[in-house]
């Protein structure tokens, strides 16, 4: 993905519009050209949601590790 941070949607938007795609996608009526361009900016709200979530998981690690070495110190 080349967006740029200031470009990249928060995981709130990501999360609605890829609901929003979902929901196209399942209604039907839609030509095979837009279901493909519809799957495809899916994919990519997923992989922007599942960046938002790993970076946070990534934060409560760090944040448990520093208290834990926190408790040790003490």
Do not use: F, H, I, N
């Amino acid at each position: 993905m080349s967006e740029s941070p200031s470009a990249r949607p928060t995981y709130e938007q990501a999360r609605d519009e890829l609901a929003d795609v979902v929901r196209q996608l399942e209604q039907g009526g839609v030509t095979l050209e837009q279901s493909l361009a519809l799957w495809e900016r899916g994919e990519q709200l997923a992989g922007v949601c599942q960046s938002w979530l790993d970076g946070a998981k990534a934060r409560l690690d760090a944040a448990l590790a520093d208290g834990q070495a926190a408790q040790q110190d003490a």
